[in-house]
């Protein structure tokens, strides 16, 4: 059965810097898609950036980052220039193809003005 | 644009009691979709998803069932509720147009209290 683990219960950093978040996976696929989902204090879960394994490229969208190791089942989030906006819970996921999405126990992200 | 909604957004229900929670989505037609449910503190535990009408997969055997009367509706329900149900639920849909099918989009939730 596929596995996600996140270290980190909790992290806090100053407005304005840059953190990491780790992700590590257990999955025997090949073919398998990961993403980072962002659940702020209403508890809406937002997507905030996904990777397809395939690609060799590490996927950006604007302040958000991946490192996608995919011998080491690696899977970790960087925020650039963190905004107290980014002050909730992180959830790293997994997918393979039957859509079944499986969740990390998160990362709770406190940006301090 | 597609957009997901739940309802009730909060419940407070005695044990043993029926529950009903719903889920529809606009501006899509025949999505994928799920029921995950998250307990205090922890991620998302997926329950329950379907690919069309009538089409339902159990992912864990529970209290709970799951029934899709139309294409864009989903429900979940359960005859008698236990305390261990409590928790926050959540709605998602995936396939939309213009959308890649492995990305979920989340519904607000609805937090059920079962006393």
């Known amino acids: 059965a596929q596995t996600v683990t996140q270290s980190q219960p909790e992290m806090s950093v100053q407005e304005a810097e840059t953190v990491t978040l780790s992700c590590t996976y257990d999955t025997s696929e090949n073919n398998y898609y990961l993403f980072w989902y962002k659940q702020p204090p209403s508890r809406q879960m937002i997507l905030v950036i996904r990777?397809?394994?395939?690609?060799?490229q590490n996927a950006t969208e604007n302040r958000f980052s991946v490192n996608f190791q995919k011998a080491a089942k690696s899977f970790s989030l960087k925020i650039s220039d963190s905004q107290l906006g980014d002050t909730a819970m992180y959830f790293c996921?997994?997918?393979?193809?039957?859509?079944?999405?499986?969740f990390g126990q998160g990362t709770r992200l406190t940006i301090n003005p | 644009s597609q957009t997901i909604h739940q309802w009730p957004a909060t419940l407070v229900q005695p044990v043993g009691s029926p529950l009903s929670l719903e889920c529809t989505v606009e501006g899509t037609s025949n999505p994928n979709l799920y029921w995950y449910r998250q307990a205090a503190g922890r991620g998302l535990q997926l329950l329950f998803y379907s690919v069309g009408i009538g089409q339902i997969s159990s992912e864990v055997p529970q209290n709970l069932s799951a029934s899709r009367p139309q294409d864009r509706q989903f429900i979940l329900s359960s005859k008698k509720l236990l305390l261990s149900d409590s928790g926050f639920y959540l709605c998602?849909?995936?396939?939309?147009?213009?959308?890649?099918?492995?990305?979920?989009?989340f519904g607000p939730g609805t937090r059920l209290t079962v006393l």
């Open positions: 996921a997994f997918m393979r193809g039957a859509q079944k999405l499986v």
């Open positions: 990777q397809e394994a395939y690609k060799q």
């Open positions: 998602a849909w995936s396939g939309g147009t213009g959308k890649n099918w492995y990305e979920q989009f």
